[in-house]
Each structure stands twice: as C-alpha cells, then as structure tokens.
C-alpha cells in the first residue's frame, strides 16, 4: 500500500517553455503532498506543502509564481515549472502520507523526475 | 529553524564491515526521525522511522538507529554491510515540517 505515483520520470525541454510534473497517490488519499528538489551534492530541499483545496504553503525562496501547484483531488497534486530556464534543472520529488496516517507510515515518496532545461 | 546534520558525507566500507551514520538535529521539541535509504538510480524508501517508545528502532535489511534524545541524534548502524547497501542515505526529522539532512553516500567494495 502507501504507493505514489510521479509522471513523467524525465523532461527535457527548451528554455522559456513550461512543464508539468504530476504526483498521484494511487491507494490512498492524501490531503498534503509535498514538493521536494533535489540538488547534486546536496539536501532535499522542501519546495513547497501542497494543500487539498487551498493554496500551496511556499517555503522561503521558492518563488510561487515560477513553480505553480495545483492540488484538485485527494489523489493529485501538480507541480508546474514556468517559464523554464536551465537553472531549473534538477530532480524533483513528491511525497504523500495518508490522511490522518502521518503516525503510522513514513512518507512515501514519488520515483522523481529529472527535469533538463536546454 | 530546525536543522539537521548528516556529518559523513562519503563513507567507503568493504564488505562484513560495522557501519555507523550520524544524524543529528537542532529541534527541542517533540519531533518523529526517519532515515530514507536511495539506491541508484531509484527513488528514496522508507528504512526505518522513530516516533516514541523504545528508543532503539529496527528496520528492513537489518538495519537499525537509535534515538538519544540528550545528544540530539539518531544514528543508522548496520552490523556488516553488503556490497548492495551502496546507496545514498538520508536523514530526516519532521515536527510540523519535514527536514532533510544532506545525506551520505555509502560505498561498499565488494
């Protein structure tokens, strides 16, 4: 159980373009999901908490009008990358607990996807 | 802020060798510990996580962390790795939000 599912797994696209990343929690819902980057060498940086039904909550130096997240469903939430630019490129990663299962299940997390920006 | 250190950040074991990954964070409060283990080329998976009781926790493929809540950390063990535990680790500390440490590279030559 606890699967969530990321799509597409890799992107590449042209500069000034715009992408969507997808994250679906295929056997649960998921009220949160959260959106994560992943620099070479470095952390997992937490993008942005994704809220069902209302605004993504940004952490501080994202900027929210270049990474727009949708969360419609209990199931999905979307990541969109405007106006791409190669500084954009990098691996990002989603992640979902159950609604109201966060005390019993780590996050799970989305196979990721590498997004090239050319 | 709440913050969290992964001080190894490339460890090099050979085979049957004990191996010990520190963790620690800068969180008074309550807070739930994780460790994420990513193979190459795969996604992170959950190997084993901390909420209360017993502070020493076991997880999948014979790993193992302990919570010292005096020092503040929760580090992985392993008694003898395999050639397959290479892979990157990381560790993670959420009270309200999820922190991640920088994670440690662990090679094993078989």
């Known amino acids: 159980g606890a699967v969530v599912s990321q799509h597409p797994s890799r992107v590449i696209c042209k500069s000034g373009t715009s992408v969507k990343i997808e994250c679906r929690s295929l056997d649960f819902q998921a009220t949160t999901m959260f959106w994560y980057r992943q620099f070479p060498k470095k952390s997992l940086m937490l993008m942005a908490t994704?809220?069902?039904?209302?605004?993504?909550?940004?952490e501080q130096g994202v900027e929210k009008d270049k990474f727009l997240i949708n969360h419609a469903s209990l199931t999905l939430s979307t990541l969109t990358v405007t106006s791409a630019h190669p500084e954009d490129s990098s691996f990002y990663i989603c992640?979902?607990?159950?609604?109201?299962?966060?005390?019993?299940?780590?996050?799970?997390f989305g196979s990721g996807t590498r997004l090239t920006v050319v | 802020a709440q913050s969290v250190s992964q001080h190894n950040h490339h460890v090099i074991l050979s085979e049957a060798a004990s191996l010990e990954l520190g963790c620690n964070y800068s969180?008074?409060?309550?807070?739930?510990l994780f460790w994420y283990v990513q193979y190459p080329g795969q996604h992170l998976q959950l190997l084993l996580k901390?909420?209360?009781?017993?502070?020493l926790v076991k997880g999948i493929k014979g790993f193992e962390a302990e919570f010292i809540k005096s020092k503040f950390s929760f580090n992985l063990r392993k008694p003898s790795v395999q050639w397959s535990d290479t892979a990157e680790y990381f560790c993670?500390?959420?009270?309200?939000?999820?922190?991640f440490g920088a994670g440690t590279r662990l090679t094993v030559k078989p």
């Open positions: 901390y909420f209360s009781g017993d502070p």
């Open positions: 994704s809220n069902e039904g209302s605004k993504a909550t940004y």
């Open positions: 969180y008074g409060g309550t807070v739930n």
């Open positions: 992640s979902a607990t159950p609604t109201g299962g966060a005390l019993f299940y780590g996050y799970t």
């Open positions: 993670a500390v959420k009270d309200n939000d999820m922190r």
